[in-house]
């Protein structure tokens, strides 16, 4: 019998390792107990047995050498490697001390081994949650939350596919509440979800989870407990050729303890990079999600928990602090019906205008970059941007004409007061000269002088109305204006009044539009009432600028504007971006009783000339304009 076989017979032999398993061959015995493998040879045949070295050397087996061990042994071996020596192999105690101690050394090994992976493993988590966790709480846009959430669920525990729910409603009774299902995700189909809601219920497993408040983990979908209250609707696997295998179902609690959505992970696979191919590879690749799946799921679940929760908190201050600047839109716009909707079309304008330039890639303002945040602060402060005219004589806002309407009364009443007076002083006149037996003639001269004062009243009416329309005064006007304001009528106290008050001269002599000196001031006082309005309200860091960029949406590059007069470099570029989309919707407004709408093309000519004059940003203007950006009002718009 051979050295192996003679060795491989003692061994079985020895009552001592009854508890392990013995196997020969031509070449080697192999012992194999508590998990740990001894490879027993010949030192003569180990220069044939490289593979044996190789995992002797990774700490896979435990190497016996049989015999006398040749010169330079230990150059061939690593240092630590569990090796024995027996020389005297018909010694069944040698033999056995030998093979013994290399189960234990390899166990201890393999045992060591096992727990440094575990422990790198344990690392690895720990170092995704952290990073998870830091990713999920600065997220604060529930869609993009609800997306890194779903993602990370599915990258930790090895899911093909999931889904998110979230809780709507806020009834007592849970089950009176209602799932939103929010969003879908799937590595090994390309298909759009849509939004839809589902009772909360027992007969769903994202509901059954919710009103248990614990996680639901199945094995096969399509082989369920039959006592469970749920049921799997496959119609998805039919009609996309998808085959749902394993489930895990965990509830999101927030910290006041009420659940607030569902994580729903589909399909745990053994190679998470490998897309399923079909019905038939999901069987193969398919495993149920196992403890540490759940415990993973179940931890980011709880940081994911408080995450939505104050996410769905900052969303609903979100909406109620837009409702307000909505409202308070809408309220300052209602004093000023003509110019409705000003606010919103400058606003949609801007932030259109502002993510054009985002995407710039040549000109002044290639750097230039808006971020999400940049694109919200420039929205508030366009649709804000005239809120200064609160602070505005609602008379003044609305002056279409001229002179106010009440004006015009008083200055119809004076010249019929006129008209009237001139009537009787005639017919006093002649019932004098009848009674001083006066001829014919003498008063037919009181009927002529009564005529042209009558016609001569009339006149200076026309002239008024003429002149009382906000177009440009025609020549001569502003002299016939200063004329008639000097003419006068004998009042009830007797004492001469002029027809026109300085006030009404003034108007009436206001070159173009309908607004004197003084109410332009009042007007462009918006602008300083806006910010100081604006620069009350705690903005926080992301929206501290709101004030400045809504008040200097009328200043010009050459220093003319207003309030400040400031120059090119000190306007910020979003109140640059907004003065261009103030002007464009000024000039295209259907909505002004006092002029016409001007076409897109006659309007960006005009902001051509604009740019000439030194008052608005030529490259920003060509940007307006080659991303066609004034078209993004050409729908209807709601606020």
């Known amino acids: 019998m051979s050295l192996v076989g003679d060795v491989a017979a003692l061994l079985q032999s020895d009552t001592r390792l009854s508890s392990v398993e013995i196997t020969a061959s031509s070449d080697r015995v192999e012992i194999r107990g508590q998990g740990a493998r001894v490879v027993a040879v010949p030192c003569e045949a180990l220069a044939d047995h490289a593979q044996l070295l190789d995992d002797l050397a990774a700490g896979q087996i435990g190497l016996l050498l049989l015999g006398r061990a040749p010169s330079a042994l230990s150059e061939r071996l690593k240092v630590g490697a569990a090796i024995a020596l027996v020389e005297d192999t018909r010694n069944v105690d040698a ?65 093909d596919a999931g889904s998110i729910y979230v809780i709507e409603g806020d009834a007592p009774d849970i089950t009176k509440r209602s799932l939103r299902f929010k969003l879908s995700q799937n590595d090994s189909l390309d298909f759009k979800s849509s939004e839809f809601v589902i009772p909360v219920s027992n007969r769903s497993i994202a509901g059954a989870s919710v009103i248990g408040r614990k996680p639901i983990n199945i094995a096969d979908v399509y082989k369920l407990d039959p006592t469970a209250s749920y049921t799997f609707d496959g119609s998805f696997d039919r009609r996309m050729g998808y085959r749902t295998r394993s489930v895990l179902v ?46 993973l799921l179940a931890t980011l679940a709880a940081q994911a928990g408080i995450a939505l929760e104050n996410a769905l908190l900052y969303d609903e201050i979100r909406r ?31 932030c259109t205008l502002a993510k054009a330039v985002d995407r710039a890639e040549d000109g002044k303002y290639r750097d230039a970059r808006f971020s999400r945040r940049d694109i919200q ?19 003044v806002l609305v002056k279409a004409k001229k002179l106010y309407p009440d004006q015009v009364s008083a200055i119809r009443a004076r010249m019929d007061f006129a008209l009237k007076a001139a009537e009787v002083d005639a017919l006093q006149r002649k019932l004098a000269l009848v009674r001083e037996g006066a001829d014919g003639i003498e008063i037919q001269r009181a009927d002529e002088q009564f005529e042209h004062r009558r ?94 960029i809504a008040g200097a949406h009328h200043e010009r590059l050459n220093g003319n504007g207003y309030p400040h007069g400031l120059r090119d470099e000190d306007i910020p570029l979003q109140s640059k971006i907004m003065t261009i989309a103030d002007i464009y919707d000024a000039l295209t407004a259907r909505d002004r009783p006092y002029k016409r709408a001007l076409p897109a093309e006659r309007a960006l000519q005009i902001l051509s000339f604009e740019v000439k004059d030194g008052h608005v940003d030529g490259e920003l203007v060509r940007i307006f304009q080659e991303a066609e950006v004034f078209r993004s009002t050409e729908g209807d718009l709601k606020y």
């Open 377 to 395: 602060e420039l929205e508030y402060a366009s649709l804000l941007h005239d809120f200064g005219k609160i602070g505005v004589r609602e008379q």
């Open 320 to 350: 109620i602090f837009e409702g307000f600047v909505r409202a308070s839109v809408q309220a300052i716009e209602q004093r000023d019906p003509t110019t409705s909707g000003h606010s919103l079309r400058v606003s949609v304008l801007s």
């Open 455 to 548: 016609d001569e009243l009339l006149q200076a009416w026309k002239v008024i109305e003429g002149a009382n329309e906000p177009t440009v005064l025609a020549e001569g006007d502003f002299s016939r204006i200063t004329e008639i304001g000097s003419m006068t009528y004998v009042g009830l106290d007797g004492q001469p009044q002029t027809l026109l008050t300085p006030a009404e001269v003034i108007a009436l002599q206001v070159t173009r539009g309908s607004l004197t000196d003084h109410e332009i001031n009042e007007i462009r006082s918006h602008v300083v009432h806006t910010y100081n309005f604006l620069a009350r309200i705690p903005w926080g860091k992301s929206m501290a600028h709101v004030p400045k």
């Open 250 to 295: 965990m509830p999101m609690i927030s910290a006041q303890d009420e659940v607030i959505g569902v994580i729903q992970l589909i399909n745990k696979k053994l190679h998470p990079e490998r897309r399923l191919r079909g019905a038939e590879h999901a069987d193969q690749e398919v495993v149920s999600f196992d403890e540490r799946s759940e415990e």
């Open 95 to 159: 033999l056995f001390l030998a093979v013994d101690s290399l189960l234990e050394r390899v166990e201890l090994k393999q045992s060591a081994a096992g727990r440094t992976k575990l422990v790198s493993r344990y690392r690895y988590e720990l170092s995704e949650l952290i990073e998870i966790a830091r990713a999920i709480t600065q997220e604060r846009d529930l869609n993009r939350l609800l997306g890194l959430v779903l993602e990370k669920s599915r990258f930790i525990t090895g899911a």
